[in-house]
């Protein structure tokens, strides 16, 4: 039933992640896969196109600005 795993397409997929805040600055850690997100990697294992985090208030992740609700792009679509 293909819409049962509306989270996977043919390229890419959805992971829900953790964010671990140290002082401003965020670190992502994908525990599907069991490591940490680098804010740089935009093509092969482990790039990610963006994310969206919930958080009290803004923090930095790398160059990225993260914002509560909102989705931050890293890569373009492939």
């Known amino acids: 039933m293909p819409e049962a795993f509306n989270w996977i397409g043919t390229k890419v997929l959805y992971h829900e992640v953790c964010i671990?805040?140290?002082?401003?600055?965020?670190?992502?850690?994908d525990p599907t896969y069991g490591f940490w997100l680098d804010?740089?990697?935009?093509?092969?294992?482990?790039?990610?196109?963006?994310?969206?985090?919930?958080?009290?208030?803004?923090?930095?992740?790398?160059?990225?600005?993260?914002?509560n609700g909102q989705w931050t792009e890293i890569a373009s679509h492939v």
């Not at 671990?20 to 850690?29: D, F, K, S």
């Not at 093509?43 to 790398?62: F, K, N, Q, T």
Request: charged share 20%.
């Open 39 to 67: 804010p740089y990697v935009q093509v092969g294992h482990g790039a990610h196109i963006a994310v969206r985090v919930e958080l009290p208030e803004a923090m930095s992740w790398g160059s990225h600005r993260l914002v």
């Open 20 to 29: 671990v805040r140290l002082g401003p600055e965020a670190r992502i850690y």
